[in-house]
């Protein structure tokens, strides 16, 4: 078996040779990534409910990893917003140690996924299941902004959406206008350095100058230092997590629905970088490298990680050579969690709301969420339900509801585009079909034999008048046949014996002939004959 498939894109690009005019692109990309991803990981820390040290870990020790190891060229890695609601939910109903054991878990699961090649298939999510539990995400991180941005007196605000909406409405009251105006002020600095200035980094911007007039006016507002002291400067020692293995399947779901969203951001996020800088990922690889990276993130203390898809897009678009670009922005960011840790208490929180709220806007997806509403019915529905239960119930339950549509939906639509007719009755009967004896009944099937199809052999059958001696079953327009559908052909044949009557199976080749072949259905089997086309079964049965 080739080890290509997982062989990290950094040892690849290396090979190619390297300088240091390439170095040097990759450190001023490394740097500016670090820059934007700063604020980025400590304001999704808070949000996931953890403190802001664990997002600069997470960003640290799994950005590093997911870069060296990857089987991408460019992506960068830390904690995202898809992680956001996922990770707060594990915290509240298992604590942070319950967190960690699902972090582990889920990098095991991935682990697993890479070595099973399952890179390919996890790439197969439809898309309104994607947009339509990441526009949930978007607006359940914006919800949990709106205390911090307005500077609401809620203690505790409710972890369900519709409950959190009502405590805010009940203390809107108690809004803070210094708050506010530094909030207001951090978000219009973001959207005037997008608009006027895309280069600029809005985030880290909007949180010096946010820092800034809090000292400069004295103001009275939470700080990351009122509300978490101090952040430690330099990473813990790494520890395994406590291991309760009593606990494992309490924790599976969540451990698997974090692996799921690594996996599947991670690759959407490969594919942007391979339409931005024309390259080519390795998805298997990938997957391990997310598998790696989230076990060690928790070995330090750290948040869920996979790969981010605006911080990749921005390590591009800054020059980036290799993946060395995102180890650097790892070495840099833990470089300014040593040197200016302790200028990280005086950051407002409604500076870091402002920029939660501009991810969540960036993540909801509107156009797209606008786009899929035109489409189909039947994808509409599935967008919608899973938006809907991403915000109002479980983002568990709502991918595998969603996913569970897209099935149903989909498997309607083969059913639809499958037919299965008699040939006597078919509108576009050729004249070998009408030349056939009047004791010789012609089926023709056109599209994938499946499960969902098996039915209309029997609804086809029950429509032929009398008691064929013959059966020309023309299958040459049959791509693929499942284990339900050769059942079916040997139940079929097993009723023609009882009634002595012959089966001819014209044009069945490659797969469906080997499955029918393994499930008894074959050339000399009683009373069936193969044939390589429908002409000669009709001159067989004719003569």
Not at 198 to 217: H, K
Not at 373 to 389: A, E, M
Not at 472 to 497: K, N, Q, T, W, Y
Request: net charge neutral.
């Amino acid at each position: 078996m080739s080890l290509r498939a997982w062989l990290p894109k950094s040892i690849e690009t290396l090979r190619e040779g390297y300088d240091s005019a390439k170095f040097t692109k990759d450190v001023l990309a490394g740097l500016t990534v670090a820059i934007v991803a700063l604020p980025l990981s400590m304001a999704l820390a808070i949000a996931s409910g953890a403190t802001p040290d664990k997002g600069l870990i997470t960003a640290v020790v799994a950005g590093f990893l997911i870069s060296a190891l990857g089987g991408t060229r460019f992506q960068i890695g830390g904690p995202t917003g898809a992680f956001v609601v996922v990770v707060f939910n594990v915290i509240a109903q298992h604590g942070y140690d319950g967190l960690l054991q699902a972090t582990v878990m889920a990098g095991a699961i991935l682990i697993v996924a890479a070595l099973a090649r399952f890179g390919a298939v996890i790439r197969y999510m439809p898309q309104p299941v994607v947009t339509g539990f990441t526009s949930g995400i978007a607006l359940i991180i914006f919800s949990s902004q709106v205390k911090d941005f307005f500077g609401l007196a809620v203690p505790k605000p409710p972890a369900d959406f519709i409950p959190k909406w009502v405590a805010y409405a009940e203390n809107a009251a108690t809004l803070d206008p210094a708050t506010f105006a530094v909030g207001a002020g951090s978000l219009v600095l973001i959207l005037l350095a997008r608009r006027y200035s895309p280069r600029l980094p809005g985030f880290l911007l909007a949180v010096v100058a946010g820092s800034a007039a809090v000292a400069a006016c004295h103001l009275h507002i939470e700080t990351i230092g009122s509300r978490f002291g101090d952040l430690p400067n330099t990473l813990p020692v790494p520890a395994l997590p406590h291991m309760e293995w009593g606990r494992v399947r309490e924790l599976f779901p969540s451990a698997f629905t974090i692996a799921f969203l690594a996996g599947i951001e991670s690759l959407l996020s490969a594919v942007v970088a391979d339409s931005l800088a024309g390259t080519r990922h390795r998805s298997n690889g990938e997957l391990l490298a997310q598998g790696i990276a989230n076990c060690a993130s928790a070995l330090f203390g750290g948040l869920p990680a996979t790969g981010a898809i605006a911080r990749t897009a921005t390590n591009i678009r800054s020059g980036a050579y290799s993946p060395v670009a995102g180890m650097l922005h790892a070495i840099f960011l833990f470089a300014f969690m040593y040197f200016f840790a302790p200028l990280a208490r005086y950051i407002p929180l409604a500076s870091l709301a402002a920029v939660l709220i501009v991810v969540a806007w960036n993540m909801s997806e509107i156009e797209r969420f606008r786009h899929l509403l035109r489409g189909p019915r039947g994808d509409g529905l599935v967008l919608l339900s899973t938006f809907l239960l991403t915000a109002l119930v479980d983002l568990t339950v709502a991918i595998e509801v969603g996913i569970v549509l897209a099935c149903l939906l989909f498997m309607h639509r083969m059913t639809q585009a499958v037919e299965i007719q008699s040939g006597r009755h078919a509108a576009d009967a050729a004249a070998l079909r009408r030349d056939l004896p009047k004791d010789v009944e012609s089926v023709h099937f056109d599209g994938p034999f499946f499960f969902g199809v098996v039915s209309h052999l029997t609804d086809v059958l029950e429509q032929i008048d009398g008691s064929p001696r013959a059966y020309i079953l023309d299958m040459e327009d049959v791509p693929m046949m499942d284990a339900s559908g050769a059942s079916a052909l040997a139940g079929f044949v097993a009723h023609c014996r009882k009634h002595n009557a012959q089966v001819l199976i014209a044009g069945l080749r490659g797969q469906p002939r080997e499955l029918a072949r393994r499930m008894g259905v074959s050339d000399g089997h009683d009373h069936v004959r193969l044939f390589a086309t429908y002409a000669e079964a009709v001159a067989a049965v004719k003569a």
